[in-house]
């Protein structure tokens, strides 16, 4: 399924707070649910920009 721009900029209007984040994380990065509820501060990686995601799909540690 693909969402036009104004249904998801409706989408996230309708959230606040840490669901906001995590929708807007999940989006961005095409994590899955369950990799971007796993994730802790240490993961993220601010001065290089990255986000660490440990056990994802295939057992590999991605960045």
Do not use: N, P, W
């Not at 309708?14 to 995590?22: D, F, N, V, Y």
């Amino acid at each position: 399924m693909v969402l036009t721009k104004e249904e998801l900029a409706r989408i996230f209007d309708a959230l606040t707070g840490e669901h906001l984040l995590l929708a807007q994380l999940l989006y961005v990065t095409g994590m899955r649910i369950s990799e971007g509820l796993q994730l802790r501060v240490k993961d993220i990686d601010f001065s290089h920009r990255a986000v660490i995601v440990r056990e994802g799909k295939g057992g590999k540690a991605v960045c």
